[in-house]
Nanobody, 115 residues
């Protein structure tokens, strides 16, 4: 079993920045593919960014160039640096860990971009 705990969400003005963190309960990053997803009200959950166990990274087109995913293996923590935030980035952001048939989700953290 793996527990994932997100933090760092909040209210920010358009153009601002936030950094989300996802702390894993044990060392999994060298095995699991880790990802950030988000779900806006009335919409389906969508992939934001993913980092594989080998460090390969992919972003959704909507955040490419603005968001950066990273991880600190020693701290068992993954990050999402979000810059140039837009109102359409408003959503609950979830941390995900996936390996074979195992998949875990965090509880989510709210990000609201509004003036």
């Amino acid at each position: 079993q793996v527990q994932l705990v997100e933090s760092g969400g909040g209210l920010v003005q358009p153009g601002g920045s936030l950094r989300l963190s996802c702390a894993a309960s044990r060392s999994i990053f060298l095995i699991y593919t880790m990802g950030w997803y988000r779900q806006a009200p009335g919409k389906q959950r969508e992939l934001v960014a993913v980092i594989t166990n080998t460090g390969r990274i992919n972003y959704s087109d909507s955040v490419k160039g603005r968001f950066t995913i990273s991880r600190d293996n020693a701290k068992n923590t993954m990050y999402l640096q979000m810059n140039s935030l837009k109102p359409e980035d408003t959503a609950v952001y979830y941390c995900n860990a996936k390996y074979s048939s195992w998949e875990y989700w965090g509880q989510g953290t709210q990000v609201t971009v509004s003036s």
